[in-house]
Antibody
Framework: AVQLVESGGGLVQPKESLKISCAASGFTFSNAAMYWVRQAPGKGLEWVAR??????????YYADSVKGRFTISRDDSKSMVYLQMDNLKTEDTAMYYC???????WGQGVMVTVSS | DTVMTQSPASMSTSVGERVTVNCKASQSVGTVVAWFQQKPGQSPKRLIYLATNRHTGVPDRFTGSGFGRDFTLTISNVEAEDLAVYYCLQYDSIPWTFGGGTKLELK
């Protein structure tokens, strides 16, 4: 069965950095584009980032709200995808979901709280 | 960016009724639209992709339709387990954008 397990969330102060991770299993990870989607408390869904596969040069794409501050990356040898979040703002507080296969598979999410 | 305007924001229904959720894109997205269901405390679940294709295992009471700018999710014969928040998503152009969500509640 497909599993996506996020980790690394927590409480950080504004302007600090945090890196969250997602461990994937149950499918051919190297063939799959990967995504991060977030959801602020009590709010709707927001697409955050996408990373394509090696044949597509690991191309990356970002929401305007995080461009220049967040970096998505992957390690196909470990079936892992990461989201490096720099210069965090209070409005980045959200549950962050790792997803795959055009958002067909979702992890349980990891909470990131940015507060002083 | 393509804005997805979803309506209504919430709706009340009864078991056995038929409900319709709408999404209007600010520009044409062809059929590159998906629908998601999110129950309280759970991760979202994809129901429909490419506007009309039901994901494996999704009950046939869920139907997606539309093309271009106007899209609809119809739930026929609503069951109690369908109470959730529903979201549309366009993935035709970067950045991908979700609608604001529709909360389906029981009367």
């Amino acid at each position: 069965a497909v599993q996506l397990v996020e980790s690394g969330g927590g409480l950080v102060q504004p302007k600090e950095s945090l890196k969250i991770s997602c461990a994937a299993s149950g499918f051919t990870f190297s063939n799959a584009a990967m995504y991060w989607v977030r959801q602020a408390p009590g709010k709707g869904l927001e697409w955050v980032a996408r990373i394509r596969t090696k044949p597509n040069n690991y191309a990356t794409y970002y929401a305007d709200s995080v461009k220049g501050r967040f970096t998505i990356s992957r390690d196909d040898s470990k079936s892992m995808v990461y989201l490096q979040m720099d210069n965090l703002k209070t409005e980045d507080t959200a549950m962050y979901y790792c997803t795959a296969a055009l958002l067909n598979y979702w992890g349980q999410g990891v909470m990131v709280t940015v507060s002083s | 960016d393509t804005v997805m305007t979803q309506s209504p924001a919430s709706m009340s229904t009864s078991v056995g009724e038929r409900v319709t959720v709408n999404c209007k894109a600010s520009q044409s997205v062809g059929t590159v639209v998906a629908w998601f269901q999110q129950k309280p405390g759970q991760s979202p679940k994809r129901l429909i992709y490419l506007a009309t294709n039901r994901h494996t295992g999704v009950p046939d009471r869920f139907t997606g339709s539309g093309f271009g700018r106007d899209f609809t999710l119809t739930i026929s014969n609503v069951e109690a387990e369908d109470l959730a928040v529903y979201y549309c998503l366009q993935y035709d152009s970067i950045p991908w954008t979700f609608g604001g969500g529709t909360k389906l509640e029981l009367k």
